[in-house]
């Protein structure tokens, strides 16, 4: 059973800048891809970023593009999110998610490609 485990998140102000992790385990983790989403307050949950495990860049939503960039490290079956320039607007429950097959990247700005998901990290962005 895959097991994801985000850490990382907190309270930073405007402008600021903060990471966030998402540590994966389980008895043989190959995922063909992972993401992050977020979910503010009475919203839904929307898509942040994703990459293919095997490679190629990653894939940003527009809201962020510019400002987060997203990395792995597959040695440690980690996934990383450096959130730069934030906004009070970034202030959600941050989620990643693995993908156990390799999917469009159309699928995976979508919830249902993926399998797997951590039980999320806060970010607070004050004003």
């Known amino acids: 059973q895959v097991q994801l485990v985000e850490s990382g998140g907190g309270l930073v102000q405007a402008g600021g800048s903060l990471r966030v992790s998402c540590a994966a385990s389980?008895?043989?983790?190959?995922?063909?891809?992972m993401g992050w989403f977020r979910q503010a307050p009475g919203k839904e949950r929307e898509f942040v970023a994703s990459?293919?495990?095997?490679?190629?860049?990653?894939e940003y939503a527009d809201s962020v593009k510019g400002r987060f960039t997203m990395s792995r490290d597959k040695a440690k079956n980690t996934i990383h999110l450096q959130m730069n320039s934030l906004k009070p607007e970034d202030t959600a429950i941050y989620y990643c998610?693995?993908?156990?097959?390799?999917?469009?990247?159309?699928?995976?700005?979508?919830?249902?490609?993926?399998?797997?998901w951590g039980r999320g990290t806060q970010v607070t962005v004050s004003s």
């Open positions: 990459t293919r495990w095997s490679g190629g860049s990653p």
């Open positions: 389980g008895p043989t983790f190959s995922p063909g891809a």
């Open positions: 998610a693995a993908a156990v097959y390799t999917r469009t990247y159309y699928r995976l700005r979508e919830l249902n490609g993926y399998d797997y």
